[in-house]
């Protein structure tokens, strides 16, 4: 774990490492996300479920931030915390940063996640952490991951191990 989380993160995380169990008994890759105001107020939640819509971009991350929009104005993502289960890929980190949020929490991070993919036929990843996008920001980020990673990692060995 990179750094120490609090009662709060890990409240939230563990509700995102939840709903990550709930995409993979759907049929999903086993992913969840969970959006708190600064206040800690919850704005959105959601779970991977590219394969029961059939669309790619339908990731936890992207579906929390979708959730918080439609019920909040924009302004109460700013100083709001993305808890992912997984580490953020690409165009989730790209999805957050135009949000406004800049503090990621995740569960497992993407060099083991690849060790899933791995097992999957054609199956393909851009190597790049959100770390690695956070800091083409002009603007610092905090983030904490991986941090609870045993918790997280027990979704995916239910799913890719069946």
Known sequence: MSDALNDSDALYLR???QLSAEAGWRGNRPFGAVVVSRSGTL?????????ETGNCT????VNALSAASQAHPRDALVGATMYASGE?????AGAIFWSGIRRVVFGIDAVSLRTFRALQAGADDLEMSCREVFATSSQPF???GPALADEALEPHNAFWHR
């Open 15 to 17: 509700r995102a490492i």
């Open 43 to 51: 704005l959105g939640e959601g779970r991977n479920d590219n394969t």
């Open 58 to 61: 339908r990731h936890a991350e």
């Open 88 to 92: 953020p890929c690409v165009m989730c």
């Open 142 to 144: 905090e983030v904490l």
